[in-house]
């Protein structure tokens, strides 16, 4: 082989990496020193991609398709069938596995598609390229191009056995900054008729023993995030339980794990373990997708609601585990309506993060089989997302599309939270908010612009007027106070209330607390100007506890102390409290 085997990912941001071809590299064996990585982000030109691949000389290429960047590999791939003629291309993931031969048809650039795990399916072509043998015909799990054109679609490769397959992150300084991704099982015990997880029921576990020492490695590393890739994490109690006592008893008080669990699986011996840890260290993904039986019964999501509402309202109140609920629009027998009662369910539970996603139909699902007889139409380019169905209009969808824009904004956000439970007083659900606040943006024409922090700010203080939503003073008070949660703003709105008054005020507390650190303790040596800098004091005309808490809007002078230097670990906001200015 004359040049290195490149493998090149294509993530969707720079803060991503890509197991899959750590993964194959790991596993080359003797071969590993043939193959050479590279990886690029949908975002970076073209041409910057396509000269360094050029430049680096390859003898074969094999490039990792998914739905967020297949177009952008597809051109790379005629681009590259132009300026480098013969380079044999290899292509794998999930977004060629199940489609391989029509892709073959459709990219005359492409040699062969590696379906499924690659881990073995890649050593066999590597020693094909690097030793000669084996012969393509004799390597399962790949669809390939004969000299004179004729496609073959070889049999299936075993899958892997995942004790057996290295792990992937020596050498922490390449993922400085970036998520990694870490996977202690693949496969998955259900059958949701969308996910192509559901292809692949046979659960796979890493042994705990091997689980336990790679995580003990990304802890010493103190890597900022891990991503547990397992499609459905706590599916084997024993499993997950485990791993999770290994972390509480391990915490290096630096890394955060991310799980996709099945919240209606977890058990007291789970929640006792979660209860326990420091806040911050895991956060918990759960797909609830709909609270519509029928519609849970038609994809064959056997999960039980009210177990979920139970275990997500316990943790919430242990106060120290981010979670976040998933919600699909698009999924058959839910109309709109039916959608937005699927809203309300989930948002009574106040997730941290509330998705709500598009439903994707993925070549390969049983949903891609179903489609004519769902009436469900789709764009035919990825990420192949729903346009109407039988029981939801193209109509309903781009109300859905507005809704989604409010609730990544004002809810998923974090920077409102507290002015949105207060408007939330004067709707009859929190799905009718979000649609008011979406008809409001629609009209004014701002949906799908880039705003400020500020302007979004404005722009809810202006709704809350024209809707006449209580009190004047009381939104903009409860607005003011959200903004100085996340940060000692200087960029301040025209609602604000003037504070000149109290200056001098304020200024005695910072003197008094240079004195006395009543309020402001660990800062010994800092003066009165110094601690303003983390530091902020606010006067707000109404009662804030009574306020944010009852939403009872009762005038009086209510100074707040936002504290910088102490934030919550799981919203990051200030530590707030109220204080009496001296006279």
């Known amino acids: ?141 790949i669809t390939w191009r004969e000299p004179g054109g004729r496609i073959v679609e070889n049999l299936p490769e075993r899958p892997a056995r995942l004790d057996e397959v290295p792990f992937l992150y020596e050498g922490a300084e390449k993922f400085e900054n970036k998520i990694i991704y870490y996977e202690s099982s693949r496969g998955c015990p259900f059958s949701c008729s969308y996910c192509l997880s559901s292809v692949d029921r046979q659960v796979r576990f890493k042994s705990l023993p091997v689980v336990f020492r790679e995580l003990q490695r990304l802890l010493d590393q103190k890597v900022k995030q891990v991503k547990f890739v397992d499609r459905t994490f706590n599916c084997r109690k024993s499993h997950g339980l485990e791993i999770w006592k290994y972390l509480k008893e391990h915490d290096n008080g630096v890394t955060n794990f991310h799980f996709e669990i099945a919240a209606d699986l977890i058990g007291e011996e789970e929640l006792d373990v979660i209860s326990g840890m420091r806040p911050g260290l895991i956060q918990l993904e759960t797909g609830v997708q709909s609270t519509n039986p029928r519609s849970l019964k038609e994809i064959r999501r056997n999960a039980d609601f009210s177990r979920i509402s139970q275990v997500t309202e316990r943790i919430r109140k242990f106060g120290n585990t981010h979670q976040h609920l998933d919600l699909i629009a698009g999924l058959p027998y839910e109309d709109y309506e039916s959608f937005g009662r699927s809203f309300n369910d989930v948002y009574r539970l106040r997730p941290d993060q509330l998705q709500l996603g598009f439903l994707k139909v993925l070549r390969g699902s049983h949903m891609y089989d179903m489609a004519e007889s769902y009436g469900l139409v789709y764009r035919p380019e990825p990420p192949y997302e729903v346009l109407y169905t039988r029981w939801l209009s193209y109509e309903d969808v781009l109300k859905l599309k507005a809704v989604e824009e409010m609730v990544e904004v004002y809810y998923n956000s974090g920077q409102f939270s507290n002015t949105m439970e207060y408007l939330l007083r004067f709707f009859p659900s929190a799905f009718s908010m979000y649609e008011a606040l979406a008809r409001y943006y629609e009209d004014k024409g701002l949906l799908g612009m880039g705003h400020t922090r500020l302007k979004r700010y404005e722009i809810l203080s202006d709704f809350a007027i024209l809707l006449n939503l209580g009190k004047r003073v009381a939104c903009s008070s409860v607005l003011m106070y959200d903004i100085y949660l996340r940060e000692n703003a200087k960029s301040l709105p025209g609602f604000r209330m003037e504070q000149g008054q109290y200056w001098e005020r304020v200024r005695a507390f910072f003197r008094q607390e240079e004195k006395e650190r009543r309020y402001l303790k660990g800062r010994e040596g800092l003066s009165a100007k110094q601690m303003m800098y983390d530091a902020h004091v606010e006067v707000f005309p109404v009662d804030m506890e009574l306020l944010l808490k009852e939403g009872v809007c009762q005038e009086e002078e209510c100074a707040v102390l936002f504290d910088y230097s102490i934030r919550d670990p799981l919203h990051r906001n200030a530590g707030a409290r109220r204080i009496a200015l001296p006279q």
């Open 1 to 141: 082989m004359n040049g290195k085997f490149l493998l090149v990912a294509v993530n969707a941001k720079y803060i991503h990496s890509n197991p899959g071809i750590y993964s194959l590299k790991a596993c080359s064996g003797e071969l590993s020193d043939e193959v050479e990585l590279a990886e690029y982000t949908i975002n970076l030109e073209l041409d910057l991609a396509l000269r360094d691949i050029y430049r680096r000389r390859p003898a074969v290429l094999g490039l990792s398709c998914y739905i967020w960047n297949i177009r952008y590999i597809k051109e790379l791939t005629e681009v590259l069938g132009r300026v480098c003629p013969g380079l044999p291309v290899w292509l794998g993931g999930p977004e060629v596995s199940y489609c391989a031969a029509e892709i073959l048809e459709r990219m005359p650039e492409v040699t062969g598609v590696m379906r499924g795990e690659g881990e073995i399916v890649f050593k066999h072509v590597l020693s094909y390229y690097a030793a000669g043998a084996p012969a393509l015909e004799d390597i399962p799990g």
